[in-house]
């Protein structure tokens, strides 16, 4: 949808509490390198930005899953001063939302002083009536202390972050002593890791593990798609013993951070340590490029990997994701958790591999 057709582009006048004299404008991301620079120049500045903030996503939303997006800043003094990105996802079986940021664990708005953040919100509800959408969602990774009444929060999620030192032997004193046995049950094995440069070990493994877990795999295409939008930020790393490929994982790096995506293991992994030893060497190889904070990302409350990350030493910090009903009367239910769909992930256990990842991008699309 053009930027004609959506109600921005409006000025207002600045906030009581804001920082800078002049008049602010919302405006939506124009679809080109020269902007999406500029957005990430701001991105990269702002404190409580996120990988997940950065103008790639609009990328991966349109060309990835054929979501509609609708990337908001406000411009003050001709520059930018606070971002939002969404995205439309549309569901035959979940119905719509406006999500900042659909397939990511952290959203909403970065940056700007009250009114700016104010004026981006209601440029937001705005756009999310005039789509008709069951709901509006930011997933926060912080709580607002300027949260307005009016939006509705569900405990579902934690995230988990840990700072990281420069030195290695550091990092694993820092792991709690039964899991750090763990990982040098790996060492002791002989794993090591590679970076890989495509998707041949990556994406069977990732298929295979999903699938056993009775979850719908993305296409391949979305993973050569983040490694080609987000280049050097985005690696996989895979451990190996001997030749053969025993776990793997996607990761982003954002500022000096590093972020363990979308990871996996084989049926080998857990007798051999390869899935421990995995996020081990994540972490190592993170330390010497500099990073000095683990992002582990967010798991269920009362999940396996929920327990699988305090068992590292990380506290899980609650994520209070925000929802506004526009349309819907309830927000819908649309977690593994939920025992309507325990009849659907046996049956999904259940079909032959080939055919699960042959159906399984058209509906990981309209999950989110």
């Known amino acids: 949808m053009h930027e004609a057709s959506l109600p921005l582009g409006f000025s207002a006048p600045p906030s009581g509490n804001a920082p800078h004299a002049g008049a602010f404008t919302v405006r939506q991301l124009p679809r080109d390198a020269q902007a999406h620079a500029r957005w990430d120049a701001f991105v990269a500045a702002c404190p409580d930005a996120t990988f997940f903030h950065r103008a790639g996503w609009q990328t991966v939303m349109e060309q990835g899953f054929g979501h509609d997006s609708y990337f908001l800043y406000a411009e003050q003094d001709g520059a ?6 969404l995205a439309h996802m549309r569901s035959r079986l979940f119905g719509s939302a ?5 397939f990511c664990v952290y959203g909403g708005i970065a940056g700007g002083h009250d009114g700016v953040r104010r ?3 209601e440029a937001a509800q705005a756009l999310a009536r005039r789509l008709g959408v069951g709901h509006l969602e930011y997933r926060w990774r912080d709580a607002r202390a300027d949260a307005e009444a009016g939006w509705l929060q569900r405990p579902l999620y934690a995230t988990f972050r840990r700072p990281l030192h420069g030195d290695a032997e550091q990092n694993l004193l820092a792991i709690p002593r039964k899991q750090r046995a763990v990982v040098r ?6 794993l090591h ?7 041949r070990h990556f994406y069977p493994i990732y298929a295979g593990s999903v ?3 009775g979850t719908p795999v993305f296409a391949r295409r979305h993973f050569a798609l983040l490694r080609t939008v987000f280049g050097a930020d985005c690696d996989i790393l895979t451990v190996y013993q001997g030749l053969q490929a025993q ?3 996607l990761v982003f790096y954002f500022r000096d951070e590093v972020l363990p995506y979308y990871g996996a293991g084989t049926l080998l992994a857990r007798s ?5 030893f995995m996020y081990w060497e994540v972490m190592r190889r993170a330390a010497l490029r500099g990073c000095r904070l683990f992002d582990f990302g967010r798991s269920k409350l009362g999940t396996g990997a929920f327990e699988f990350k305090k068992n590292w030493g990380f506290v899980p910090q609650p994520l209070p994701y925000a929802y506004r009903l526009v349309r819907a009367t309830a927000l819908p239910e649309v977690n593994p958790l939920n025992p309507r769909y325990a009849l659907f992930i046996r049956a999904w256990r259940r079909l032959p591999l080939p055919l699960a990842n042959l159906l399984g991008p058209r509906i990981v699309r309209q999950l989110g």
Request: proline share 5%; aromatic share 2%.
């Open 98 to 102: 406006l999500v900042a940021l659909p």
């Open 193 to 199: 890791s590679a970076i890989d440069y495509d998707l």
């Open 247 to 249: 776990a793997s994982v």
């Open 185 to 190: 049950k790996g060492i002791a094995n002989d």
């Open 80 to 85: 930018i001063a606070a971002v939002l990105p």
């Open 211 to 213: 699938h056993r877990l």
């Open 272 to 276: 051999s340590g390869a899935n421990d």
């Open 119 to 121: 004026a981006l919100d």
